[in-house]
Nanobody
Framework: QVQLVESGGGLVQAGGSLRLSCTAS????????MAWYRQAPGKGRELVAR???????SYADSVKGRFTISRDNAKNTVYLQMNSLKPEDTAVYYC????????WGQGTQVTVSS
């Protein structure tokens, strides 16, 4: 079993930056799939960025060039650096991993004001 705890959300003006953190309750060094999703009000949950096998990264088209996913296996933590934030990035951001089962964090709110 894996518990995920997100942090780093908040209120920021358009054009600003935030860095989200997701810390796992166990070592993530052998976990290939670590991802960030988001859910805006009235919308479904969408994939933002993820690591897959071989530490390959992929991003939603809407965040390419602005967001960067990274990981520190020694700290059991995955990060999401978000730059040039836009009001449409406003959402609850969730950390996700698959380790036999799908695991989710509790989410962290990101609000971008115009």
């Amino acid at each position: 079993q894996v518990q995920l705890v997100e942090s780093g959300g908040g209120l920021v003006q358009a054009g600003g930056s935030l860095r989200l953190s997701c810390t796992a309750s166990r070592s993530i060094s052998s976990i290939n799939t670590m991802a960030w999703y988001r859910q805006a009000p009235g919308k479904g949950r969408e994939l933002v960025a993820r690591f897959t096998v071989g530490s390959t990264t992929s991003y939603a088209d809407s965040v390419k060039g602005r967001f960067t996913i990274s990981r520190d296996n020694a700290k059991n933590t995955v990060y999401l650096q978000m730059n040039s934030l836009k009001p449409e990035d406003t959402a609850v951001y969730y950390c996700n991993t698959y380790w036999g089962s799908n695991y989710w964090g509790q989410g962290t709110q990101v609000t971008v004001s115009s």
